[in-house]
T-cell receptor
């Protein structure tokens, strides 16, 4: 099935550094979401974006819905050890009760 | 706190056993829920859409007779893996759109997943 192009695949950073990851698609998406998944658990919603150009923050996290509706990025500022995990972007082609299309994930490792 | 509850979190059973997984929305109703499957170090892949009061819709390649879905109430969907075999071992996760918000802006919340291991 369809999948989003998420990069980078993995990152190793020092504690305190900023992080940036992004997702792109050849199709237009009407909703973009970012999730974090810890081992053995389900994804936890970080940020949801509903309008092209929208920029939303959640603490040290900031995400943007690309103006073309074909991309989104997630930034994490001043990383801390508990930021370790896998981050997934997800999109909905249409609004409403429709399934999500996921990126392949970005595995983040933070070195203290 | 959690808004979607999934149970059990882990199942280990013999080949040929049928396993039922429950997904409940807490604090809101969900006419639609989704079931995903995740293999190690991979992303989530949609298996089926569970619809309250009607038949589930399955993604291409997912056997409906193998993965039975029942959405009998507005807060509960169940996935039954029938006659499970080792190749069915995986991490199964459900999600539900947040019914407390406006229809156009309902992010999906996920359960904690069920790790199924078939011996």
């Amino acid at each position: 099935g369809q999948q989003l192009n998420q990069s980078p695949q993995s990152m190793f950073i020092q504690e305190g550094e900023d992080v940036s990851m992004n997702c792109t698609s050849s199709s237009i998406f009407n909703t973009w979401l970012w999730y974090k998944q810890d081992p053995g658990e389900g994804p936890v919603l970080l940020i949801a974006l509903y309008k092209a150009g929208e920029l939303t923050s959640n603490g040290r996290l900031t995400a943007q819905f690309g103006i073309t509706r074909k991309d989104s990025f997630l930034n994490i500022s001043a990383s801390i050890p508990s930021d370790v995990g896998i981050y997934f972007c997800a999109g909905q082609l249409t609004k409403g009760n429709t399934p999500l299309v996921f990126g392949k994930g970005t595995r983040l490792s933070v070195i203290a | 706190g959690a808004v979607v509850s999934q149970h059990p979190s882990r199942v280990i059973c013999k080949s040929g056993t049928s396993v039922k997984i429950e997904c409940r929305s807490l604090d809101f109703q969900a006419t639609t829920m989704f079931w995903y499957r995740q293999f190690p170090k991979q992303s989530l892949m949609l298996m089926a859409t569970s619809n309250e009061g009607s038949k589930a819709t399955y993604e291409q390649g997912v056997e409906k007779d193998k993965f039975l879905i029942n959405h009998a109430s507005l807060t509960l969907s169940t996935l039954t893996v029938t006659s499970a075999h080792p190749e069915d071992s995986s991490f199964y996760i459900c999600s539900a759109p947040d019914g407390r918000l406006a229809k156009s802006n309902q992010p999906q919340h996920f359960g904690d997943g069920t790790r199924l291991s078939i011996l």
